[in-house]
């Protein structure tokens, strides 16, 4: 049993002093106003929920630095991602992926949803051992103590009716049932979650969608939907519909299914995914790193889908500037403002999010619930003067205020560092092996 006493506590009634949170086999047991017991570990600031990372390729974290040093588009920015893909292997991958979640951890993430399609070695070969990559990023998570959800994807054609270029071999099972069959392999645990992920219209044939979808009906559900316009122009040209109405006839929407970036959509594509109950994933950092566009977030979340949060390709890792983002973001395109509150961009944060992982019992400070505690600093030069409210961690703090992170229970980042690994050490000697 550990306790930790919390200077200020965001619990589901609100804002509360001097709150002491007993913990036991990394769960909450007890949440009550109190003094601090001797044992008890201090937590200063305000102590929010942990934040959930749910869309994350952790490879991409490369190329932060490297692909802003030209103009280009996506597409050339994805050639620069196909080159650091093109020689990863599960010892490397493991080690960059370590530290990259050593990142998050230290930005107050304490789950995240890693969309893994980097499956075999180069050419397509496949390792002895079928989900070796997989189970690097499984390792890497749960050696610094980040909760993950594998979202193992399939991607089987290099574009709609194209071929798999070379880079593209590593990342293909053959076809959908191949896929399925290695995934059947792979098995979850406490703070592992395996689930399913499509990489988008473009890398899975409209006919093989469902059998993507079914594989784990109980799982989370992920897929990149129309995040470039050139995505919907050959969906339209091949299929005669959008890549949300492709989604929609093959049985992929529902209330497990996380829709990621969901930025150029129709109308009718909005009342497919409101009225499934199909989150939208924005990862507002790097759809504007990209250039891809803003997407519709307050239409999506008035047709009854709900808003989650990534850092995808690692441009930035700080889910403080997600949220925010989706409101500021919003208030460029419509030339209005309050369009979301700070309540509701952390509860993206935190409740919604988390339950789009599968962590249904995350995401809030109560009893019963998984142990994940955040302290955020209201003394630095973003936050001093600002009080303490859900206001100044959403619209003022960063991901550099984070002081402390407790997560199911274990105490993992204290006094802004990580307690097992030198964070900024491991990135640099992880990216110089594969750049």
């Given at each position: 049993m550990t306790a930790y006493w919390c200077a200020r506590a965001l619990l589901p009634g609100g804002i509360a002093e001097r709150v002491l949170v007993t913990v036991e086999n990394g769960r909450i047991t007890a949440v009550e106003a109190g003094t601090a017991p001797g044992d008890a570990v201090r937590l200063g600031g305000l102590v929010v929920p942990g934040l959930a990372n749910c869309h994350s390729h952790a490879f991409h974290r490369a190329l932060r630095g490297r692909t802003q040093t030209e103009r280009g588009t996506f597409w050339t920015w994805r050639e620069q991602m196909y080159a650091v893909a093109s020689i990863l292997t599960p010892d490397s991958y493991y080690r960059l992926a370590r530290a990259v979640y050593g990142e998050m951890?230290?930005?107050g993430i304490t789950a995240v949803g890693e969309f893994h399609y980097l499956h075999h070695a180069p050419g397509g070969r496949r390792y002895d051992q079928p989900n070796a990559m997989g189970e690097a990023l499984i390792a890497a998570a749960r050696d610094v103590g980040l909760r993950i959800a594998l979202l193992d994807t399939c991607y089987v054609a290099g574009g709609i009716d194209q071929p798999l270029n070379e880079v593209q071999q590593r990342f293909s099972d053959g076809d959908a049932s191949a896929w399925g069959s290695r995934v059947g392999q792979l098995r979850g645990a406490d703070g592992v979650v395996i689930g399913a992920a499509a990489h988008s219209v473009r890398g899975v044939p409209a006919d093989q969608l469902t059998a993507v979808a079914s594989l784990l009906p109980e799982a989370p559900l992920h897929v990149h939907l129309s995040e470039q316009v050139a995505e919907n122009q050959a969906c339209l040209a091949a299929y005669g519909r959008t890549p949300t109405q492709v989604l929609d006839e093959a049985g992929?929407?529902?209330?497990?299914t996380s829709a990621v970036h969901a930025t150029h959509l129709t109308g009718p594509d909005i009342g497919l995914l409101g009225g499934s109950a199909t989150y939208a994933c924005f990862c507002p950092t790097t759809e504007r790193d990209l250039a891809d566009g803003i997407g519709p977030s307050v239409a999506l979340r008035e047709a009854g889908s709900p808003l989650t949060l990534g850092s995808d390709s690692h441009a930035v890792i700080d889910l403080f500037e997600e949220m925010r983002a989706v409101e500021l973001d919003e208030r460029l395109s419509s030339q209005e403002r309050g369009h979301w509150s700070a309540p509701e961009l952390l509860t993206a944060a935190t409740v919604d999010g988390h339950r789009s992982l599968g962590f249904t019992d995350a995401g809030t400070i109560a009893v019963g619930a998984r142990a994940d505690l955040v302290a955020v600093r209201l003394d630095s030069v973003r936050t001093a003067g600002t009080g303490a409210s859900v206001e100044t961690v959403v619209f003022a703090?960063?991901?550099?205020?984070?002081?402390?992170?407790?997560v199911d229970g274990v105490h993992r980042v204290a006094d802004s560092h990580?307690?097992?690994l030198d964070v900024a050490a491991e990135l640099a000697a992880a990216i110089a092996e594969v750049t």
């Open positions: 951890l230290l930005a992929f929407l529902s209330g497990r703090a960063t991901g550099a205020d984070v002081t402390d992170v407790v990580h307690l097992k």
